[in-house]
C-alpha cells in the first residue's frame, strides 16, 4: 500500500540553525500538507500546498518558514532560524480522494 | 474557530471490552476523519465518514455523525492491548477549501490484558 515517507526521523539542532524536513507524498496525490505537534498538545495545521504553490497557511507558518516542491516527488518544510518553541513533532501529509495520509513524522528538538 | 473535540479525555478498559469515544465540532464539515496514534508515532488514518453518511464500519470500528448535533462516535469492539493509543477525529470543514484538517485533543485509550 503506497505510504508517506519522511526524512530524518529525528533532527537536533542548535537556536538559530536552519533545518529541512523532507516528505514524499504518495505519487498520484495533489494536495500536500504540513502539520506539526508539540508534546502532549493537538496536531496543528501549518500550510497547504496545491498546483505547486501555497494554498492556505495558518498563523503560525510566518515568514520562517518554506515549502517547496522541489521535483515531482519530494516536498520539503523549511524553518530558516529555529527557535526553541520550534520544537515539536513535524507531520507531513497528503490527500487522495478526501483521505489525508500522514507521514510517520520528523521529531524536531531545538537546543 | 472549529475544532473536534473528544470525549472523554482518557478511557481504560480491559481486553475484550467495548471502548466508546465522542467527538463535538463546531461548523458544518465535508467530512470527518479518525486516526490514531500510538505513543510518540505517526498518525494512522483509520477511518472517513463524510457528511452525507451516517454510520461506517470497518473491522472492528464503527463511526457514526450527527451532523444535527455536530457529533460523531468511534466505537472499538472487542478490544484488545494492540488498540492501546489516543484516538483523534479530524474535521474537513465547508468553509475551508484547500481541505486543512482540525483535529480534536484526543482520547487516550488504555486496554489492559
Known amino acids: 500500500e503506497p505510504e508517506v515517507t519522511q526524512t530524518p526521523s529525528h533532527q537536533v539542532t542548535q537556536m538559530g540553525q536552519e533545518v529541512i524536513l523532507r516528505c514524499v507524498p504518495i505519487?498520484?496525490?495533489?494536495?500536500f500538507y504540513w502539520y506539526r505537534q508539540i508534546l502532549g498538545q493537538k496536531v496543528e495545521f501549518l500550510v497547504s500546498?496545491?498546483?505547486?504553490?501555497?494554498?492556505?497557511k495558518s498563523e503560525i507558518f510566518d515568514d520562517q518558514f518554506s515549502v517547496e516542491r522541489p521535483d515531482g516527488s519530494n516536498f520539503t518544510l523549511k524553518i530558516r532560524s529555529t527557535k526553541l518553541e520550534d520544537s515539536a513533532m513535524y507531520f507531513c501529509?497528503?490527500?487522495?480522494?478526501?483521505?489525508?495520509?500522514f507521514g510517520p513524522g520528523t521529531r524536531l528538538l531545538v537546543l | 474557530s472549529q475544532q473536534g473535540e473528544e470525549d472523554p479525555q482518557a478511557l481504560s478498559i480491559q481486553e475484550g471490552e467495548n471502548a466508546t469515544m465522542n467527538c463535538s465540532y463546531k461548523?458544518?464539515?465535508?467530512?470527518l476523519q479518525w486516526y490514531r496514534q500510538n505513543s510518540g508515532r505517526g498518525l494512522v488514518h483509520l477511518i472517513l465518514?463524510?457528511?452525507?453518511?451516517r454510520e461506517k464500519h470497518s473491522g472492528r470500528l464503527r463511526v457514526t455523525l450527527d451532523t444535527s448535533k455536530k457529533s460523531s462516535s468511534l466505537l472499538i469492539t472487542a478490544s484488545r492491548a494492540a488498540d492501546t493509543a489516543s484516538y483523534f477525529c479530524?474535521?474537513?470543514?465547508?468553509?475551508?477549501?484547500?481541505?486543512?484538517?482540525?483535529f480534536g485533543a484526543g482520547t487516550q485509550v488504555v486496554v489492559t490484558p
Open positions: 501529509a497528503s490527500r487522495g480522494e478526501g483521505t489525508q495520509y
Open positions: 505519487s498520484n496525490h495533489l494536495y
Open positions: 500546498f496545491y498546483n505547486n504553490e501555497i494554498s492556505e
Open positions: 461548523t458544518s464539515i465535508n467530512n
Open positions: 465518514i463524510r457528511s452525507n453518511e
Open positions: 479530524a474535521t474537513d470543514a465547508k468553509a475551508d477549501s484547500w481541505g486543512k484538517l482540525q
